[in-house]
């Protein structure tokens, strides 16, 4: 299993970034898959899940109507689409397979003027 993240970087708030997590490894569209994010001394904590069809989406309170997570199976894709962004989203943001419990590398989103 490996999940390699991109699109992360500098942001000034109220911007927007879009990440992306290319998969490979496993049968990538029958598995939910989610972000997280952990910002310095803070937990690492769930920002967006997605099922395997990408019918069905959550987020955190913090992020709702913000943030929008998405997937194309046939590219074995997910993605984050942040937008409005505030300071307190900086943080490294990590692709997630909660059925085989594997991380990506991770990719620093930096929100600050």
């Known amino acids: 299993v490996q999940l390699v993240e991109s699109g992360g970087g500098w942001v000034q708030p109220g911007g927007s970034l879009r990440l992306s997590c290319a998969a490979s490894g496993f049968p990538f569209s029958i598995y939910d898959m989610r972000w997280y994010r952990q910002a310095p001394g803070k937990e690492r904590e769930l920002v967006a899940s997605?099922?395997?069809?990408?019918?069905?989406?959550s987020y955190a309170d913090s992020v709702k109507g913000r943030f929008l997570i998405s997937r194309d199976n046939a590219k074995k894709m997910v993605y984050l689409q942040m937008n409005s962004l505030k300071p307190e989203d900086t943080a490294v943001y990590f692709c997630?397979?909660?059925?085989?419990?594997?991380w990506g590398q991770g990719t620093q989103v930096t929100v600050s003027s």
């Open positions: 997605i099922s395997s069809t990408g019918s069905s989406t």
């Open positions: 997630y397979a909660p059925v085989f419990y594997s």
